[in-house]
């Protein structure tokens, strides 16, 4: 029988065992910073009906779709976590409590191509609150408060929350009497990190939007002001009461500003910044993009804002929310291409490997279980191998701890455990054997999965 070359797909990502522990620990500490917050957990199918999820149609995303035939279903697998949540909240409002908090972390697919950074199949770690009808202006300074501290409890330092509001720019370019080509403006500017501020003036002129000189110019004089937030927040007072909307987001951007401050954001990790725009044209408020300060090559590596109507493809009702998204897969890849991966974290599946030196395995069973109890992951290795060949297979899959177990331990009521790091042995009861491995691990486990090193 010909055998098949083992592979993975293009634009997939599997990672070695350590990597994948430093991930679920990434995770883990996302889960227990968007709890905090009072977020519950919400987990969607990664396949729904095709109408359902392309309620909305045409673009990039109908093109970049996985969709397939099953039978006569039209399905598709989810390309993001915020289409599912509008399906969920419009289907399930009757039984929500608002304003709803949820966040999800979980797996989308996109059949774009695949490069360097980017994938096919990727996590998205999402949090949204949905509001009913209304939904106060504290939430939009909330949202990334809750990504700062996720961000430092990862361990990340040089990073910096961009923030714009979308009714500042609808308003700008209503003055200039630009309204009805505001989106595709809006568009363009995004995009001008990516390809600076000529060619973006290139592109306003051009046939498609068709700006003059005049026009083009004003609105990158307007996107370049720059400063401390108290000082673009004070120029953008000199254009108040020349439109409502203009006047109306120039407030909001102010409230938001206080309250990242009451959050507990220092001002070195947030800034006013007119170029932010975002590409989607459903955020009408406050929008975010996060960057780290030493790869500004990298782009945005977390997103979002706020949005007047969630749910419009699938009810009546009104369901304004404000929302952001890290792309962990995506942000992993980046941390371990840099540099920036904890490598001194404990991976090891396990806390504790027991070596039994007699053929009755019990007592080896026993104390497996008292530790398991105490909380300490433990493995029995029963394998017919070497001495050596088990310590190496201890040291491969870095275990901190090795028990030994013979048949004088065992009548005199001790284990033999050795620090596998620093080579210490020491005979210890059972309860002892906890408390010392416990001490041990507690000193092992600190440390963050990111070592930023930016001051």
Known sequence: MSKIQPRTLSGFMELLPARQAQFDRMVEILRETYSLYGFTPLDTPLIEASEVLLAKGGGETEKQIYRFMKGDTDLSLRFDLTVPLAKYVALNYSKLTFPF?????GKVYRGERAQRGRFREFYQADIDVIGDGKLDISNEAEIP???YQAFTRLGLKRFQIRVNNR???NGFYAMLGLTEKSGEIMRTVDKLDKIGAEKVKELLMEEEIGLTDEQAGEILTFIAITGSNEAVLSALEGYRGRNEIFDQGLDEL???????AAFGVPQTHFAVDLTIARGLDYYTGTVYETTMLDHPEIGSICSGGRYDNLAEYYTDKQLPGVG????????????EDQGYLNDALNTAPADVLILPMTDDLSPAI??????????????????????KQKISYADKLSIPYAVFLGEDEISSGVCAVKDLQSGEQVKLSPAEAVSHIQAGLDKLNQGKPILDKGE
């Open 366 to 387: 026993a104390l497996a279980t008292t530790l398991r109890q105490a909380g300490i992951r433990t493995q029995i290795h029963a394998e017919q191998k070497k001495f």
């Open 101 to 105: 908090r949820r966040f999800q972390i």
């Open 324 to 335: 952001i998204s890290i792309g962990l897969t995506r942000l992993f890849f980046v941390l």
């Open 254 to 260: 102010n409230t938001v500003v206080k309250y990242l």
């Open 145 to 147: 408060a809750i990504i």
């Open 167 to 169: 009714k500042v720019l």
